[in-house]
């Protein structure tokens, strides 16, 4: 069952899902939307242009951090971007990450592959933002480009994602 605004505001007024912070004026009729931090990952020069072999480079070694309030993304680049916001969810809900209309309908995608957010998930989202526009487009700290919906289980998960998710318990 996916929830709606109603079902939110309760779950969040009961603790049960837990996002900080949080602006009323960010719940949406089935979504809450998410803020972009002022972390960003961007591919290391020296991969651009390279083979890479995704067996022996993690995107960890690939990336370098940059903190900055906005960023350019040139056409056809990516980068990884962090919401503001923290969610933690309980082992029978979990959400999924998806672009807004207003900036996709601008060529810009705000993941690529990884939408869910794990029942049991503890952390601050990444976002794999992708430019499929012909222009470059400027990303700020603070824009809402994303939106999180929940989802109700049958039953809880056995592995919460924060005691068994590998690479999100430090995001």
């Not at 809450?32 to 961007?42: E, G, H, Q, Y």
């Not at 916001?85 to 690529?112: C, F, N, Q, W």
């Not at 487009?137 to 809402?144: E, S």
């Amino acid at each position: 069952m996916t929830l709606s605004d109603m079902d939110i505001k309760k779950l969040v007024k009961k603790g049960v899902i837990k996002i900080k912070p949080l602006e009323e004026e960010q719940i949406g009729p089935a979504s809450i939307d998410l803020t972009l931090s002022n972390d960003w990952w961007f591919f290391r020069k020296e991969y651009l242009g390279k083979r890479v072999d995704l067996s022996k480079i993690s995107y960890v070694k690939a990336m370098e951090k940059v903190t900055a309030k906005s960023v350019i993304l040139m056409p056809s680049q990516m980068c990884l971007g962090r919401t503001v916001e923290k969610i933690t969810l309980p082992p029978d809900i979990m959400g999924k990450l998806e672009g807004r209309s207003r900036y996709a309908r601008m060529g810009l995608s705000v993941h690529i592959t990884s939408a869910v957010v794990q029942p049991g998930s503890d952390n601050h989202q990444v976002l794999e933002i992708v430019n499929f526009a012909p222009f470059s487009i400027v990303l700020h700290t603070g824009m809402r480009i994303s939106q999180v919906i929940f989802h109700r289980l049958d039953s809880p998960t056995s592995k919460p994602y924060s005691k068994f998710g590998k690479i999100a318990r430090n995001q």
